[in-house]
C-alpha cells in the first residue's frame, strides 16, 4: 500500500465500539448507517419548546447499568458512560485480555470537546435553586473532559497514558492521530482511542441555535440534516461514543488477532481565520489531507472513500467540498464521499470517531455508507456523496475529516493490510 521506511512501526485497527442515536452497538450502528436510517428525533431529555431548533441524536433507552457497575456509574457524567461502554464493546470485538504483562503498555486516547456539561449545567441549576451546600462534591469531577479517558483506565485497568485531547468537532480525528503517534514512538502497543459527547444540554442547544449553526427543521427530524444539500440549514446536536482499538503490527500478530484495517495515523492544521467560520478556500482542510498521504506514503489515487465531516452549513460543505477537489484533482471524481452526520447528526468529538470507524468498516466490508437527506445537490458541491443507498465497492484506502470551532482541522488515514511485509 506504500513506500513506507521499514523502520517504521505499523499499527492495526483490532477492534471497534459504538453508543450513538442507533443505540448501543457496533452492529447497531453499522447496520443503522448502511441502511440510511436516521437517529434524529425531537429531544425527549429536557422540554425543548422555547427553542427555535427542538431536535436531536439522543441515544436512546440509555441505562449505564447494563455495561458499568451502578456505584461506579454515578459518579460519571453521561459522556464518560458512553465512553466506558463503548470502550468494552471495543475491547471485547478485539479478543484483547488487559492483563498485568500488557496493562502498562496500554493506551487510552479519547477526545471530548464538551466534556461533563450535562452534569455541570445541572449543578448550576442546584446553586441557583438550592444553595452552594448542595452542590455535589463530584461536579468537578464527572465536568472534567478527560474523564473519558480517564474511567475507561480506572474500568479496564489500563496504566499507559491516558490522554484527552480537545479540538472541538475535530477531536475524534485527532485522537487517531494521536494514538498511532504514541504506538509509532513505542510508548504504548495498544490504544483504545475515539472520542465521547453528550452535549445535547439546555444551553448548549440555545447557544448554537442562535449563533446560527443549527437546522430548525422540528417538523421533520428524520430530514433536518442535509449535508451538500441545496436546502441545508445547519447541523443537528447529537451526542454519543465511538472508540478503536489499535496496536502495533507486531502485538497484534503475536496474540493471534483479527485485523480489520491498517490505521496510518494523520495530520493536523489551523486556518488561523475565525474562531467559527470555516476558511472559504478549504487551504487547512486540503493541507490536513494532503500531509496524512504524505507521511503514509499513499498515492491520492488510492484513495476510495472519504468520510467526510460534512455538517450540513452552507459555508463548511462548500469549503469541505473545494478541499476535496485540490487534494484529488484529478481522482477526485472516483472517491466515495460519505456523510454519516446526515443519518446520526453530529456527534461533536465523537462525530470523527465515527467516521473512522466508517472508514474501518467499509475497509473490512467493501461497503460505502450512504449520504442520506440529499434530495437537491447544491451546485457547489459536485462530488460523489453516495447518495441515498450505501454502495458495494472496493475500498483500499479512506480518510475521516473533522474540523472544528477555532479554525482546527484533523484528517486520519486508514488503508487496507494486506498482511506483513516481506523481510529485507
Request: charged letters at 20%.
Amino acid at each position: 500500500m506504500s513506500q513506507r521506511s521499514h523502520l517504521m512501526r505499523r499499527v492495526v485497527v483490532t477492534g471497534a465500539g459504538a453508543v450513538t442515536p442507533f443505540g448501543v452497538g457496533l452492529s447497531t450502528l453499522w447496520n443503522g448507517l448502511l441502511a440510511g436510517r436516521s437517529g434524529i428525533r425531537r429531544i425527549t431529555a429536557w422540554d425543548p419548546s422555547h427553542h427555535e431548533s427542538q431536535i436531536a441524536g439522543e441515544v436512546p433507552n440509555w441505562d449505564p447499568a447494563d455495561f458499568i457497575d451502578r456505584r461506579a456509574a454515578r459518579r460519571m457524567d453521561r459522556f464518560a458512560q458512553f465512553a466506558v461502554a463503548a470502550a468494552g464493546e471495543a475491547i471485547e470485538h478485539a479478543g484483547l485480555r488487559i492483563t498485568d504483562a500488557i496493562r502498562d503498555r496500554v493506551a487510552v486516547v479519547v477526545a471530548s470537546s464538551s466534556g461533563g456539561a450535562l452534569f455541570f449545567e445541572q449543578q448550576t441549576r442546584v446553586l441557583a435553586d438550592r444553595g452552594a451546600d448542595r452542590v455535589s462534591p463530584f461536579t468537578v469531577p464527572m465536568f472534567l473532559p478527560n474523564m473519558a479517558a480517564s474511567q475507561i483506565s480506572l474500568t479496564y485497568g489500563t496504566r499507559g497514558p491516558a490522554i484527552c485531547g480537545a479540538a472541538a468537532c475535530a477531536s475524534g480525528c485527532q485522537a487517531f492521530v494521536d494514538a498511532v503517534r504514541l504506538i509509532r514512538s513505542g510508548e504504548a502497543d495498544v490504544a483504545i482511542t475515539g472520542g465521547s459527547d453528550a452535549g445535547v444540554t439546555a444551553v448548549a442547544v440555545a447557544g448554537l441555535g442562535n449563533l446560527g449553526a443549527l437546522s430548525r427543521r422540528n417538523d421533520d427530524p428524520a430530514t433536518a440534516s442535509r449535508p451538500f444539500e441545496r436546502d441545508r440549514d445547519g447541523f443537528v446536536i447529537a451526542e454519543g461514543a465511538a472508540v478503536l482499538i489499535l496496536e502495533s503490527e507486531e502485538h497484534a500478530l503475536a496474540r493471534g488477532a483479527e485485523i480489520l484495517c491498517e490505521a496510518h495515523g494523520g495530520s493536523s492544521t489551523s486556518d488561523a481565520y475565525h474562531i467559527t467560520a470555516p476558511d472559504p478556500s478549504g487551504d487547512g482542510p486540503a493541507r490536513a489531507m494532503r500531509e496524512a498521504l504524505e507521511r503514509a506514503g499513499i498515492a491520492p489515487a488510492t484513495v476510495d472513500m472519504i468520510a467526510a465531516h460534512a455538517t450540513a452549513t452552507p459555508a463548511g460543505d462548500i469549503a469541505e467540498t473545494e478541499a476535496i477537489r485540490h487534494v484529488f484533482a484529478d481522482h477526485v471524481s472516483r472517491i466515495a464521499v460519505s456523510a454519516t452526520k446526515s443519518m446520526v447528526g453530529h456527534m461533536l468529538a465523537a462525530a470523527g470517531a465515527v467516521s473512522g470507524l466508517a472508514c474501518a468498516l467499509a475497509i473490512r466490508d467493501g461497503e460505502v455508507p450512504p449520504t442520506a437527506n440529499l434530495f437537491h445537490p447544491d451546485p457547489a458541491c459536485d462530488l460523489d456523496y453516495v447518495p441515498g443507498e450505501s454502495r458495494r465497492m472496493q475500498v483500499r484506502a479512506a480518510i475521516a475529516n473533522g474540523f472544528g470551532f477555532g479554525g482546527q482541522n484533523a484528517s486520519a488515514l486508514f488503508s487496507r493490510y494486506d498482511g506483513p511485509e516481506p523481510a529485507a
